[in-house]
């Protein structure tokens, strides 16, 4: 087994630190192939990127990403679980380490705003809510960012129609 | 009449005639790129297509300046009030044509956000088939309007105002 990399054991640091200050809201931290993955309990989403951002350095947020598990659960393929994720791709800079942060939502609930702690999460998030539906409290301006204002429905979800349910007119 | 007179050269020809041979050789373009097809169609306007040999290479970055919109490329759902809305400031008389599969129908996108072809909310004269078309296509779409408009009855409209008008 190749020995960790410097970029490594720096994540492992960064893994240690984020246990250690939130315990038990940290369900689960491994070393992906590209930087390390944090799965999070959602209510403490603020509180961790706010630590991420001021103590460990990690200044950027690239993107966020959302993902419907619909399919998953006793019907589908995998273990039930809540309907959304939420992926907060972390960048620290200028050492290029990468952080992936997973918090889970359930339909209807709503995550914190990641707005107030990376000004980058403004549109990422408008667009998590124009394509999943995805609430985002404490967001200055939660609206459509990509479909027009007067779009009904979220075409990312899994049940929503691939030709709209306007057949694309 | 003074000898002079008699001299000068004439030709007889229809009303009809006259103008549409004037209107169909010297088309302005509305430079309208939406997607990809754009791409082609300022291929066409370039030097190895040349498309001012159809006395077309006026491309205007104003409708109102345009008689010919080419709708090149994918019309979204979210863009198609601006095409209706740029189409509607073309003023009279004024021809359409669809540049593309995407422009036709929706082409490779029959999705939600995607207007599936353009002539949904504006009249086409011509569809240019391809993805994209290559300027040849167009270039054979243009000459087939041209045709078209050679077919017209301009007077028409002047001496039966309230005749719809035939395009």
Redesign the interface.
């Known amino acids: 087994m190749p020995a960790a990399s410097a970029d490594d054991r720096r994540l492992q640091d960064v893994a240690e630190s984020l246990r250690g200050r939130f315990g038990d809201a940290v369900v689960e931290t491994f070393l992906g192939k590209d930087g390390l993955i944090v799965r999070l309990r959602p209510a403490r989403l603020r509180e961790a990127l706010t630590f991420l951002k001021e103590n460990q350095g990690f200044n950027a947020l690239q993107d966020i990403i959302a993902l419907d598990n619909m399919k998953r659960g006793p019907a589908g393929l995998g273990p039930a679980g809540p309907r959304f994720e939420v992926l907060y791709q972390l960048y620290r800079f200028p050492e290029g380490l990468r952080l992936r942060l997973s918090v889970e939502a359930a339909e209807g609930e709503e995550l914190d705003s990641a707005q107030p702690v990376y000004k980058s999460a403004d549109w990422a998030e408008r667009e998590a809510y124009d394509m999943f539906g995805i609430r985002f409290a404490g967001h200055p301006d939660l609206r459509r960012i990509?479909?027009?204002d007067d779009?009904e429905?979220f075409?990312l979800r899994k049940d929503?129609?691939?030709?709209?349910?306007k057949?694309?007119? | 009449m003074t000898d002079a007179d008699k001299k000068e050269s004439f030709f007889l020809t229809k009303a009809d005639q006259f103008i549409t041979w004037a209107m169909k050789n010297s088309l302005w373009p509305f430079g309208s790129g939406l997607a990809c097809c754009a791409i082609e169609m300022i291929a066409t306007a370039a030097a190895r297509y040349d498309i001012s040999r159809f006395g077309m290479e006026l491309f205007r970055a104003s409708p109102r300046q345009a008689d010919l919109f080419i709708v090149a490329g994918t019309v979204t759902n979210k863009m198609a009030p601006v095409v209706r809305r740029l189409w509607e400031q073309m003023p009279d008389p004024k021809w359409v044509v669809a540049m593309g599969n995407c422009a036709i129908g929706g082409g490779p996108f029959p999705t939600y956000s995607v207007l599936q072809g353009v002539d949904k909310i504006i009249p086409v004269d011509v569809f240019v088939a391809g993805c994209p078309p290559t300027p040849q296509g167009l270039l054979h779409g243009l000459m087939t309007l041209q045709d078209k408009i050679a077919h017209m009855h301009p007077t028409q409209e002047i001496l039966k105002p309230h005749a719809r008008r035939i395009r």
């Open positions: 990509y479909l027009p779009f429905g075409p929503f129609p691939l030709e709209g349910t057949r694309g007119l």
